[in-house]
């Protein structure tokens, strides 16, 4: 998708807050924040299952579709292989293609606390 200049992108689904830019992924990390981005596309039936298991699970992540912003598919690519390889997650900068979510959830456990259920009651 191209944007024309001045105009805002399509804006992505951030689950637990509210919406989130498309463009949250600039530099490259994917979260320069310390988040979590799920990148997917659709009719994939593996980031259908993960997101799904993801919506449950209770963690704050942004989701975005690679088929819509090109940006989202270059990085993909440029962490796995030079292939648009989906589900791929970023937890804190840290690259993930093909996770399970235990390894989402060991993952934000270790780099990414505050992403928890819990560390939103505190």
Not at 23 to 35: I, L, P, Y
């Amino acid at each position: 998708m191209v944007v024309p200049k001045g105009q805002q992108p399509r804006r992505e689904r951030e689950w637990g807050f509210a919406m989130a830019d498309g463009t949250a992924h600039e530099g490259g990390s994917g979260d320069n924040d310390g988040g979590m981005v799920v990148y997917w596309r659709p009719g994939c039936p593996y980031c259908m299952k993960l997101r799904l298991r993801l919506r449950f699970s209770g963690l704050t992540y942004t989701e975005v579709n690679i088929w819509r912003n090109p940006d989202a598919a270059a990085f993909v690519r440029s962490v796995a292989d030079g292939n648009e390889t989906v589900p791929t997650v970023t937890v804190a900068g840290r690259a993930m293609v093909n996770p399970s979510k235990r390894r989402i959830t060991d993952a934000v456990r270790s780099h990414a606390p505050h992403l928890l259920p819990d560390a939103k009651n505190t």
